[in-house]
Structure formats: structure tokens, C-alpha cells
């Protein structure tokens, strides 16, 4: 898939484009039908299928003190775009001036004039354009004067629920983990390097790798089994999410105590892949208990492999 960032650097003389519009956060269930959607409508009319998206989420710009938490990186989201099909995906930086941009001035001059859109796909729920006043009923209207294609893909429910973007938020901040996957599609997961801590696991008997997070967790503190990912290889591991009460640390870390694993993760990039919490971050009254219950937890890890 080709990344191209910023319209600036969109090929002038580039074919006529089918483009699916949208923040796309987290690419769940609902994002993988629109841009299903685009490359279909591509590739019954022979155009390139384009993914229209930003950097940052918009909220972050208008409103940044109620800006939601990313369920994905800009690469983690672009690198799940390239698994649909999709042939190109356009980052457009997200700026005041962009927010500015009436809505029809979006269409005629973003979409139609720069990205060749012959086919438009959006949410049913999507909005864009200078206070968000463009919307699915606004791109039907301007579709025949135009000369394009207005495709809406309606809203997804997965077991009576809708999928979205602060659906996924709320199931991660409860430690639901099977809920956010059923509707993402896919385990939920997170990348971040090995870095040097304390060492305190060791001591323990169980050593861990501290991983510092791309980006904030979303997750409420306790103790997950997750699949730590490194290179090609993937391992069980009982990952800590907390503050560490029991040593009257403050500062939130993620700790890794890969299961039959004895290499040197110092420095390496990673995936953490969360499949189930096993229960709350509590304080111990002795490292005993804790080494204790560690052992209690990488038994259930193992139980649940």
C-alpha cells in the first residue's frame, strides 16, 4: 500500500479514485466494512481505492481536553488499512485551517479535486467539515452535481451492540477485553520497546520485561495474559499494568513476565497482544505474598493458553 502524507504530495496526474473518508480509529469491525466498501466499488470500476484519514484525531484539535484516548498509533492504524486492500491511504494532517474548510468546499476541492473521487464511502454516523456540518445526507445531495458516487455504510451491531470507536473505549476501560475484540475484529494489542527497570521480577524469581507503551494503554490497572510478539517469534506472558503498591511505587508501568522464555529483550520493539484479565492490582503485606500470587497468576496464564 502506498502512504502518502499530506495532499501536497499526492500525485497530480493520478487516476480517478474510489475514497473512503473517515478518523478510523482502532480500523474495527465497522471501518473494515467502508473501506471493504471503497475497495469493492474499485475494483468493479477499475480506479485505485483510497483511504482519506488524519493525523491528529480531530478531537484532539477542537476540543483537546475531551479528545478520546487512540485505540491505535497513525502506523498501527495505517498498517491495519493495508490488510483491506485499500491501494493508497492519504494522511492529511489535522489543523485548524483543515477544520476550517466548509464542507462542500471539502468534497468539490479535497475529494473530487485532488483525490479524483468518483466514489465517496463514509460511516452513516460521519461528519466533516467546518463545525461538522457535512455529513452522509449532505454528500448525496452534491453527488450528481459533482459527478460522483455517494456510498453510506450503515451502522454494524455485533451480539446487540454497536460498533464504534467509544464502544471499544469503554469495554477496554472496564478490562472487557472479549467485548473489545468482538468488536475490533481482532485481540487488542499494543506495541512499545523494552526498556531497563528496577529489576525487581528477577529478585522475585520472575523476571519481566518493562515496556514502555507508544501510547497510553486504555486499560483499567490489574493483571492480563496476554502474547508478547518479538521479530517473528510470539511467547505467553502475565503482563502487570499498575503502579507497583506493593514497592509504593506512583508510576504506571507495563511488566512483562514472558513464560519459558530466556533471551534478552533490552531495547527490542514489541507487541502485546491482551486476551483476558485475570484480576485487580493489589498491595501484598509481604513480597512472600506476592511472589505467591505471581506464581498463582502465571499458572492461570498457563491454564488459559
Known amino acids: 500500500m502506498q502512504?502518502?502524507?499530506?495532499?501536497?504530495?499526492?500525485?497530480?496526474?493520478?487516476g480517478p479514485s474510489a475514497v473512503a473518508l473517515g478518523a478510523f480509529d482502532g480500523i474495527h469491525l465497522g471501518h473494515r466494512a467502508i473501506l471493504g466498501m471503497a475497495v469493492t466499488q474499485a475494483r468493479q470500476a477499475r480506479l485505485r481505492?483510497?483511504?482519506?484519514?488524519?493525523?491528529?484525531?480531530?478531537?484532539?484539535?477542537?476540543?483537546?481536553?475531551?479528545?478520546?484516548?487512540?485505540?491505535?498509533?497513525?502506523?498501527?492504524?495505517?498498517?491495519?488499512?493495508?490488510?483491506?486492500?485499500?491501494?493508497?491511504?492519504?494522511?492529511?494532517p489535522f489543523t485548524p485551517a483543515v477544520a476550517g474548510i466548509e464542507a462542500k468546499a471539502f468534497v468539490q476541492d479535497v475529494l473530487i479535486g485532488t483525490l479524483r473521487a468518483r466514489?465517496?464511502?463514509?460511516?452513516?454516523?460521519?461528519r466533516f467539515g467546518r463545525g461538522a456540518r457535512g455529513d452522509a445526507a449532505l454528500l448525496g445531495t452534491l453527488a450528481a452535481p459533482l459527478g460522483f458516487r455517494a456510498h453510506v455504510v450503515p451502522a454494524l451491531t455485533v451480539d446487540g451492540v454497536a460498533v464504534s470507536s467509544s464502544e471499544i473505549r469503554a469495554?477496554?476501560?472496564?478490562?472487557?477485553?472479549p467485548s473489545a475484540a468482538?468488536?475490533?475484529?481482532?485481540?487488542?494489542?499494543?506495541?512499545?520497546?523494552?526498556?531497563?527497570?528496577?529489576?525487581r521480577g528477577r529478585t522475585l524469581g520472575?523476571?519481566?520485561?518493562?515496556?514502555?507503551?507508544?501510547?497510553p494503554l486504555g486499560l483499567p490497572v490489574g493483571v492480563y495474559v496476554c502474547r508478547l510478539?518479538?521479530?517473528?517469534?510470539?511467547?505467553?506472558?502475565?503482563?502487570?499494568?499498575?503502579?507497583r503498591p506493593t514497592f509504593g511505587e506512583t508510576e504506571l508501568s507495563v511488566e512483562a513476565h514472558v513464560l519459558d522464555f530466556t533471551g534478552d529483550l533490552y531495547d527490542?520493539?514489541?507487541?502485546?497482544?491482551?486476551?483476558?484479565?485475570?484480576?485487580?492490582?493489589?498491595?501484598?503485606?509481604?513480597?512472600?505474598a506476592l511472589r505467591a500470587q505471581i506464581a498463582l497468576d502465571v499458572a492461570a496464564a498457563r491454564a488459559a493458553s
Open 3 to 14: 502512504i502518502v502524507r499530506g495532499l501536497e504530495s499526492f500525485p497530480p496526474d493520478a
Open 49 to 92: 481505492a483510497i483511504a482519506c484519514t488524519f493525523d491528529r484525531h480531530p478531537m484532539e484539535v477542537l476540543q483537546p481536553d475531551r479528545a478520546p484516548l487512540p485505540i491505535t498509533t497513525l502506523e498501527e492504524r495505517l498498517a491495519l488499512i493495508a490488510e483491506t486492500g485499500i491501494d493508497t491511504s492519504v494522511v492529511m
Open 119 to 126: 466514489e465517496i464511502v463514509v460511516g452513516f454516523n460521519h
Open 171 to 177: 469495554a477496554l476501560q472496564r478490562g472487557d477485553l
Open 182 to 199: 468482538r468488536l475490533l475484529g481482532r485481540p487488542y494489542s499494543i506495541r512499545g520497546e523494552v526498556v531497563r527497570g528496577a529489576g
Open 206 to 215: 520472575f523476571p519481566t520485561a518493562n515496556v514502555k507503551t507508544e501510547r
Open 229 to 243: 510478539r518479538v521479530g517473528s517469534g510470539e511467547h505467553q506472558a502475565v503482563v502487570n499494568v499498575g503502579f
Open 268 to 288: 527490542e520493539q514489541v507487541t502485546l497482544t491482551f486476551t483476558r484479565r485475570l484480576r485487580e492490582e493489589r498491595k501484598f503485606p509481604s513480597v512472600d
